[in-house]
C-alpha cells in the first residue's frame, strides 16, 4: 500500500482534508461560535479527532478560540481568503465590457491578469474571432519576467519581491527573453516610469503583446490587461498604434473601481 511521509495512507490525508472542510462549513450567522462536543456530535466524529483539527485549523488562522468560553469561530485567514477572491471577481467584472471594447477595437485576444504564486494568473480573456489568434484561457498562468502582463505585474511589486523572482532564476523562452537580474530590473524602472509594457516576441516566438496597470482605489496596482496577436498582423507599428488603447482602457476600468488619478500642480 502507498504511504505518505508520515506512514499514514493518503486515503486518511484526504480524509482530514475533508473533515476540516466540514469543521469550517459547521459555522453560521446564528451559530458564529461553536464548541468541541457539538462539533464532534454533528460532524459525527471523536472528540479527540475534532480537538485536533480545532488546534490544527487555529494554529493556521482559520479558527480563533474564544478564551472566556473555549469555543471556536472563524479566523480572520478565511476573511483574507475571501477579501482576494472578491477583489479578483470585481477586477474581472469592471474589466469585462471595457475589455470587450478593446477586443471590438483592435479584433486581437485581450487579457486580464493578477500576480500569483510568482507567477500571471488570468482570471478574464476574450479570444479574437481570427482563425489564427492568440489563446489565452481562464486561470492559465505565464510568466511574470517576459510577458507583457507579467512585466507591468512586476514592475509595481516590492523590491523584496522582485528580487526573489529574480533570484529564482530568468527563464528563457526565446532568444529576446531578459535572462539577466540588472538587465530585468532596469527594464521595470521604465515600465513604472511608462505605464505600459510590450512583449515583442519575449515569451512565445511570433506573439507581441501590450499591457498596462490597473489601480484599484488606493492607486495600488491591483492587475493588468492587455491585447496579444501573432507577429503578422500585429506589426511594431500596429503594436504601438495600440498603446493608447490598453493604457486607456486600463485606464477606465481603473476608474470603475474608484481611482482617481492625481493631478500636478498647475502652473
Known sequence: MERTQNNRPPRARLSSVANSIRVLTSFSGVENELGITVLASRLRLAKS??????????????????????????????????????????????????LRELLEKTGETVQLGIVDHESVLYVYEMESRYAIRMAAAVGGRAPLHCTAV??????????????????NGLKGYTQKTITRRDELLGMLVEVAARGYAIDDEESEPGLRAIAAPVRNHTGAVIAALGV?????????????????????????????LGYERRRGPVE
Open 49 to 98: 479527532t475534532v480537538h485536533r483539527l480545532a488546534a490544527t485549523l487555529t494554529s493556521a488562522g482559520f479558527l480563533e478560540q474564544n478564551s472566556d468560553t473555549g469555543k471556536y469561530r472563524l479566523g480572520v485567514a478565511l476573511f483574507e481568503l475571501g477579501a482576494l477572491v472578491r477583489r479578483r471577481m470585481d477586477v474581472a467584472n469592471e474589466a469585462r465590457p471595457k
Open 150 to 167: 507579467g512585466k507591468v505585474l512586476l514592475a509595481f511589486q516590492p523590491p523584496e519581491y522582485v528580487k526573489q523572482i529574480a533570484g
Open 228 to 256: 496579444a496577436a501573432p507577429v503578422q498582423r500585429m506589426t511594431k507599428k500596429v503594436m504601438q498604434d495600440c498603446v493608447p488603447d490598453v493604457i486607456a482602457t486600463a485606464a477606465a476600468v481603473s476608474a470603475r
